[in-house]
């Protein structure tokens, strides 16, 4: 019986781990009664395994069964069970005899092939994975440790999934040697010690495929029932993240809540049904973790309606941005009075001195916003899409009471079907005019120049989607003076270690092209190995100057760990101090508009904990593109990648 | 006027290298007069380069030019040399203030521009290839090498040939972050005093194009010439076989043998001339340098003719197999004297009564070998191809004056048509007898048991092209204490530094096949790191054992280098003390029948100085192939190369 949560229906697998069983069907039975849904259990019957008694030997590491010749079955026939139950109620396990990393030869040879032949029995009968336990007393650089990363790696290319027991460094070893096969996951066996915090997100990155929970890594509480302490349940209800199979080993202790191994079942089962359902952001990402996508063009391309759709019904977004628009009228309306007022009166006015100033003066007279008698303060929405910053400032100029004569530009000729709909149907829009056409084309004699220029044309990286070129070019729109809402935007980079997003990016081709392009990709398999520091920085209105910029960037290490790439990130100043944040030391919560960037690097590199990382990232802007080259400098120097912006760049074009 | 060899023809480019210049035609014309066929030159004239006074700053790093807005042109016209002169005599030089590695942006920013115009200017003129100053003052990790290396990056990628002088950890970097692009050259400045031996090999092993020497690294002679010490005739020498264009820098001191630039051009020249034409083997070898060969696959294909030909042509390899069959012949003889004679005479006999019995007891019946009465000696050839260690053998024959009979089996039939020919035509030939088929297959029923099998089934490896199985396969050809010739072979391996060849086999195809493939190829541009060590061994006959081996190797490397894969050699043992080699450290002088193999890995590594470098090579047996299968350990962990076999495998299926 698959434990399912009350309110979501997600569904949590929770299996004991049995170390020998005399039928199969007895010890499936026997966990089904505890609530379990699976056994993890060694696929040759150890009576099998052994047929001759083992004779250790003062030259060998370990005792050692003789080469294999014989006549009786490998083990249980495989009509104990269905194939059905073979498939969903078995996780097999490696004999523990078997050692492909001994030093003996005749062990090793052995080893090999017993692991061999339980490998193919395990693929003949479909089980869901295969454990194994990681070589004993063999360090990260004993020789015997290649060999069991060639064997395993050998089971991998054979199609097998393969789960390997062991500390990090380890798996890390035979992670590497395996190339980062996708088949290869991790079966954490927890203990009552836990690592420190930042080695559990190290793991948490992993692919965690089963979890070994001793019943010893239980304590009672004061009435009885086997719990977890505190520091435990925060790593279980991380690992509940990633619905690993959850294993139950050990000896059941005398306690509450029912016989055997049941208490302990139910207690995790509790765990999960406690688990909050998830928050809308959280269910909106749900579907995109660790799915790489292609950065949007929004030049070169229009945004479809279900996309604005999506977009639009960010909850933290467009308040941030109604709360920007708000002060920023409040203060281009203080300044306009402090300037009319004789200079003798000091101090300026308060922000309702100037409402109620800006209230008097404009008497709507729908003359041209260019005339000097007309005080009514212009807020120009570039990239208005289908209209939800028109309508934050509409209602910031309600809550203001500060009027506003609202320009709203728009290149998407589909868009400017729904906005030119909304000024027909809507009386809160009298005030807008709608101007079809690309920002940077549309001349100031067809509309008033702007006060105020709000727009959102920020990527996840701030300017990839090129917000720099964007605002530059729609300068002759504005008023010298002009308030950029928003203000500025800085881009965050961090070190990042994720094997999984790595292989995503393999699986896209052959080739350099995919390793040389950044991704739009919500990161759940994966972790920063340092904070995000400043990369790039943009303001608004510009001084004209380039647009081009290089950032190095450094970090320490805070673990041992293997560096796939860089994550990066955004924060924006919208006004004042209004922003908004992508970067997770800052990040905006519940906001859920915008993903991690993803630069990866075409070859991973291990960096010590406390060692140094360093890159460099260059945007470059040329031939109507722009593109972003990076290569790493510690702890190994890269190629540059995408040099030209060979493989991936951001056209200034139209589509 | 190019040097030209006296007795080979080969031709040797001599420069100078101008540092300004009024007129390009009178500098070439100079250099002309002086024995040169080539200028190294700036392509812009400081008078263009500089349009405006330099105005040094504080703030600034180095004095920087304004950024460049002129309608003057770049520099001289094109017109001013003829297309042909460009293309032949000229090298550029990019102008000596651009500092693209520059702290200060603005530096840098004009210096990126100029750097692009004169990259541009280069490829518009055609000139051979643009040399490049290394940043100054920047160490390996300075933040504007990664700037430089991604400006030359750019230029590379728009198809310009650059060199770049530099120290050699400045050039890795560089060579890292242009990924080592094929036209990325290496300009070498001599000066009087030399790096160490293991230094100089390392940068040989790069990819030279230019060396500047400057007046001041030669010596006056006491006859008032200027020369060059001994040391710097051997690094010269050394250079030589890369062919680099040589460019002649500074001012000419006051010396004997002409005006100006004349006697140190004429000493080069001198040298040069004095160079030994190429050995056979040389001369055999030279189309071969760095070209990637599939290693044969004798029992899948069958040679031909002249493919046979070139490797009977060996001057040395059928000269110790003579010897050896002439050793075994004599042991064989006097081990069955030793055993017809009673026990209590001692000592045993001399080779000489060895010979004397063997030609007393051998009138030569004709009668089956088989017989107990026949003791005429057997020799079994397998793998005889068109003869030659048959004709070894019937000369070692001769030349003990004992006696044989001698089996050739050959599989291929074109051979066979050879063989059958020679057994026709050569009455030395009537001891011979062939057999056409696999000796896998031949039954022992056809022909006698041999005494003594000899074979020439080596690879560049020793195993791989698949001896141990042939010989295996032949047991029942053999007498239980047969002796095998050779006896017993011991593969070697060296970690290599070879960008070269890394990139030649990143060249074969996108995707790890190329990378999972071992290559035969004569090494040129390409450095070992260490002395080799020893690998697998096979004796034979064997014992029946399994003919997979796993091999941990370690080194200590002498210098820091970047780790290509590993280059593989053998050793065998043909008789006694009788051997071939192609390990460097004890090769057979002039045997050219092997060249090296190369096992790629993926990813180069870095390894600095007495690092340790450390690599796992297993050969595996299975499903009628064999495989080898390698990973680094130290001092990073790759991934198994061919793991299965997956991407390369020698077929043990006659074709």
Redesign the interface.
């Known amino acids: 019986m698959v434990v399912t949560h009350p309110t979501t229906g997600d569904q949590l697998n929770i299996g004991l781990d049995v170390t020998s069983l005399p039928r199969l069907r007895q010890a499936l039975e026997a966990a089904e009664s505890s609530g379990c849904d699976f056994v993890l259990a060694p696929l040759v019957h150890p009576r099998y395994a052994r047929p001759v008694e083992l004779t250790p030997s003062p030259s060998f590491d370990a005792p050692h069964p003789p080469p294999i010749v014989r006549s009786d079955p490998l083990t249980r026939s495989d009509v104990e069970l269905s194939s059905a139950e073979w498939q969903s109620g078995i996780i097999g396990k490696v004999s523990p005899w078997i050692n492909t990393a001994s030093s003996s030869p005749v062990v090793?040879?052995a080893s090999e092939a017993a692991f061999r032949e339980e490998v193919a029995y395990a693929t003949h009968l479909g089980v869901r994975a295969l454990v194994v336990d990681a070589p004993a007393g063999n360090g990260v650089?004993g020789?015997g440790l290649?060999?069991y990363?060639?064997c395993i790696?050998?089971a991998?290319?054979?199609g097998m999934q393969v789960a390997s027991v062991e500390p990090w460094a380890v798996w890390?070893?035979v992670r590497?040697?395996?190339?980062?096969h996708a088949n290869l996951g991790l079966a954490l066996e927890l203990s009552s010690e836990l690592p420190s915090p930042g080695a559990l997100d190290r793991w948490a990155a992993e692919a965690i495929r089963v979890v070994i929970m001793p019943t010893s890594s239980y304590v009672t509480n004061r009435v009885g029932y086997p719990v977890l302490s505190r520091r435990h349940q925060e790593l279980i209800k991380l690992l509940f993240k990633y619905r690993p199979f959850f294993a139950l080993s050990g000896r059941p202790a005398a306690v509450k809540g029912g016989d055997g191994m049941r208490p302990y079942v139910q207690y995790l089962a509790h765990l999960f049904g406690k688990q909050p359902p998830p928050s809308e952001a959280e269910a909106f990402e749900g579907p995109y973790y660790d799915y790489l996508q292609a950065p949007l063009q929004p030049l070169a391309d229009n945004l479809e309606s279900a996309t604005y759709e999506v977009f639009e019904r960010d909850p933290v977004k467009y308040e941030r941005y109604e709360e920007a628009v708000r002060q920023a009228l409040l203060h281009r309306t203080s300044m306009a009075l402090a300037s009319a007022l004789p200079p003798d009166i000091g101090g300026g006015p308060t922000p309702a001195e100037a409402a109620a100033a800006a209230e008097n003066g404009t008497a709507a007279d729908g003359t041209d916003g260019t005339s000097a008698k007309d005080s009514t303060i212009v807020v120009m929405v570039l990239g208005a899409g289908r209209g939800p910053l028109v309508r934050a400032t509409l209602r910031a100029s309600a809550s203001s009471r500060i009027p506003v004569r609202v320009v709203a530009v728009e290149k998407n000729p589909n868009a400017i079907v729904t906005l030119r709909n909304a000024a027909l149907d809507d009386p809160a829009w009298s005030c807008v005019t709608v101007v079809s056409g690309d920002m940077r084309c549309a001349s100031s004699s067809t509309t008033a120049r702007a006060d105020i220029v709000v727009s959102e044309l920020l990527g996840s990286f701030g300017d990839n989607e090129l917000s720099p070129e964007c605002l530059d070019g729609a300068a002759a729109l504005l008023k010298p003076d002009v308030i950029s809402i928003p203000a500025s935007y800085t881009s965050y980079l961090a070190p990042l270690s994720s094997a999984r997003l790595h292989r995503e990016v393999r699986g896209l081709g052959?080739?350099d092209t995919p390793f040389e392009t950044a991704y739009v990709v919500r990161i759940h398999k994966g972790v920063t190995a340092a904070p995000s520091v400043p990369a790039l920085t943009f303001v608004h209105p510009s001084d004209g100057g380039?647009n081009e910029r290089?950032v190095?960037a450094a970090w320490v290490a805070a673990e041992t760990n293997v560096i796939h790439g860089f994550a990066g990130y955004f924060e924006a100043v919208l006004f004042g101090d209004v922003g908004i944040s992508i970067r997770p030391e800052t990040a905006s919560l519940g906001m859920f508009s915008w993903f991690p960037i993803y630069f990866p690097v075409k070859?991973p590199v291990?960096v010590a904990k406390g060692g140094t990382v360093?890159m460099?990232l260059?945007r470059r802007v040329g031939g109507g593109r722009v593109w972003y080259?990076w290569?790493l400098?510690?702890p190994?120097?890269?190629?540059?990648h995408n040099?030209?912006g060979?493989s991936y760049s951001l056209g200034l074009t139209t589509g």
């Open positions: 090793r040879a650089r020789a290649a060999n990363g060639r790696a050998s991998l290319a054979s890390n070893t590497t040697l395996c190339d980062n052959a080739g380039s290089h190095e070859t291990l360093r460099h260059w080259e290569a400098a510690e190994a120097v890269s190629a540059v040099v030209g060979k």
